[in-house]
């Protein structure tokens, strides 16, 4: 079975400050782990996605991810918030040979200014 | 437009009523799904399909029908809508090859059922 889970339904940044959204994975085979982006009233827009190429895996709009096998976590990060960053972020994984994703619940990221 | 649609965006209807959400892409892309959003539980999976007039069911099929004659359409039907199916419906469509490849959705349908 697979499934993710993100830790924080609600996380607040002042803008310019660090962005960390946290994301920890359960999969018995390799994963495949993605970040998608929702704003406001809109459908969801990739950010990144890990496929085992590297570990490191960079996004659109400044955010970066990195794979831990050891601590099965896929966190988002980004140094430096902007205010256009505010909205609802999920991960998701799936596995080789699987049709559909499977989707944490969340976090949804707002920036004070 | 090219991409992917989904229509209505907005739709109330009533308790026992039957209820149809369009979608429509026009890459070709092989699979398409359909996904319920609720607020504490992300994104599941209603149904999907793998080509036309080849459907499954995902986490949480029941009380919905799907259908597809032609790739490029996957029409979603509540045949007796019920309060519990309140939400915000997307559908997305993927590429054949590749299970990693990113799906692409489209802007949803934000159902009321009374």
């Known amino acids: 079975a697979q499934s993710v889970t993100q830790l924080g339904s609600h996380v607040s940044v002042s803008e310019g400050a660090l962005v960390l959204l946290r994301c920890n994975y359960s999969?018995?085979?390799?994963?495949?782990l993605f970040w998608y982006v929702q704003y406001p009233n809109q459908g969801l827009q990739l950010l990144l996605k890990y496929t085992s190429a590297a570990t490191l895996v960079k996004g659109i709009n400044g955010f970066e991810a990195e794979f831990k096998k050891s601590e099965t976590s896929f966190h988002l990060t980004k140094p430096s918030a902007h205010m256009s960053d505010a909205a609802e972020y999920f991960c998701?994984?799936?596995?080789?040979?699987?049709?559909?994703?499977?989707f944490g619940t969340g976090t949804r990221l707002t920036v004070i200014p | 437009d090219a991409g992917i649609t989904q229509s209505p965006r907005y739709k109330i209807t009533e308790t026992g009523r039957q209820v149809t959400l369009m979608c429509h892409q026009t890459?070709?892309?092989?699979?398409m799904f359909w996904y319920r959003q609720d607020l504490g539980h992300g994104l599941r999976l209603i149904y999907y399909s793998a080509a036309a007039d080849i459907t499954d069911k995902g986490e949480v099929p029941d009380g919905y029908v799907v259908s597809r004659s032609k790739t490029e359409n996957f029409p979603l039907t509540l045949e007796s809508a019920t309060r519990s199916q309140t939400s915000v419906y997307f559908c997305?469509?993927?590429?054949?090859?590749?299970?990693?490849?990113?799906?692409?959705f489209g802007p949803g349908t934000r159902l009321t059922v009374l």
């Open positions: 999969s018995s085979v390799p994963p495949y």
């Open positions: 997305a469509s993927r590429e054949l090859a590749g299970d990693y490849n990113e799906q692409f």
């Open positions: 890459w070709s892309h092989s699979y």
């Open positions: 998701a994984v799936t596995r080789g040979g699987a049709n559909n994703l499977f």
